[in-house]
DNA sequence: ACAAAATTTTAGACTAATCTAAAAATATAT
DNA sequence: ATATATTTTTAGATTAGTCTAAAATTTTGT
């Protein structure tokens, strides 16, 4: 519609290079871990390693990795943009639960008009988190920033606000749905077991809660301001 | 998501011979149609025929045009249900014109997952037909029953609803947009020239309307009840 | 520091969807 | 009714994205 120059794949791999690259702090991507999350093999990955740095969208030497140039990550955003604007909209207005909603959003991210990604947007009232606490790029590709800590760091006593995840699996996030952890919910931490520490907690001032190291460590939180 | 076996080409082809069909009353479609349609040559149809043949689709016999098959059926009803609920959302929800909507609603009709397709109908409050009065099939595929007459058989004096278009092209739609044509509006004939067959109308018993001859074959109307 | 292990790239092949050019079948027109 | 025109199919290529197997490069462990 806007844009006939870039395929779906390449969109994909796009994506995944930002996604990895920020959860790497920055650092080169590599290719045996874009064959991981492109559900495709090494070989593959080189080949379209090859041709995204010949359309100038990577910075790539061979065996050393890859990151986004300039071009590439204002795709990589829009394409993450309307995900998470998706996602928003599937769960806002058609009721879904947060575990159901990556893979629909998975299709709806390809969908190529300005005009429908602005409407979108306005329709949903400019949102800036997704449901799972992920920030969403605006229409220039300016994330808001965020300053979220993992419920791992925190220390005895203090109060947080439940910001995000760190994982998306349908099963952490049914978990959380079982544990009544929603985004925006208050949590102390009582106690940190010496013996495998596991987390106690008190939710929204009200009720005690054990949560395993593995779910503190991808549950992301903001000191409480009150 | 629902449906690895059939590819969005496969889809495509298969919604096209069903409103082809559709278009010329149940009779055979040809490959140079389906060329046309599809913005491809001859050539590369046939090579598709045998494929949706192959796959039991289609009914095909080579030189003879082709017509679905229960099975192909199903899934270009599906497809057009979900073209369909798309453009009213995009209407209804979004304020999109109709004559917007095509290009987007030709993406997302390939979004694959019954529950989306589901909840939207819900939200939509089930519409049983499209921005352009074209009916949308039902979950099972059954078509809402329409019996619409073109304006260019209406006779003189008679009072009609505007019911829907038989062209969707946006300069269609937008001239009519700019005689204040709109779904639902009420039109009475009162003169039809000997010289071209233009048409002299009455718009909601208010406004006098001149169309062309062109315009009221392309106008699906229904004789008033009141 | 260098052998072994791991990772990455290249080579060659496959599939889906398309194309052009040529051959085959059908339709049409005097 | 038969030659001509039109339509459709086949043959042979092309492109995007993928694969396996083998070669090249980098990393790791002692």
Partial sequence: MDNQLISFTEENYLKIIYLLTERHNGNEVSTNQLAEHTQTKAASVSDMLRKLAEKSYINYRKYQGVRLTE???????????????????????????????????????????????????????????DPHGDPIPDSKGKMPSVSYQKLSEISLNQSVVMMGVSVHSPAFLQHLDKQQITL?????????????????????????????NEVARNLLVQISST
Wanted: proline share 1%; hydrophobic share 40%.
């Fill in 71 to 129: 071009a590439g990550e204002q795709i990589a955003l829009g394409v993450i943009r309307k995900h998470r604007l998706w996602e928003v909209f599937l769960v806002e207005k058609l009721g879904f639960g947060w575990d159901e909603i990556h893979d629909i959003a998975e299709q709806l991210e390809h969908i190529d008009s300005k005009e429908l990604t602005k409407r979108l947007d306005d329709f949903l009232g400019n949102p800036q988190f």
């Fill in 184 to 212: 925006g919910c208050d949590l102390k931490v009582l106690e940190i077991s010496d013996f495998d520490k596991s987390y106690d907690l008190l939710l929204n001032d009200e009720i005690r809660l054990f949560v395993s």
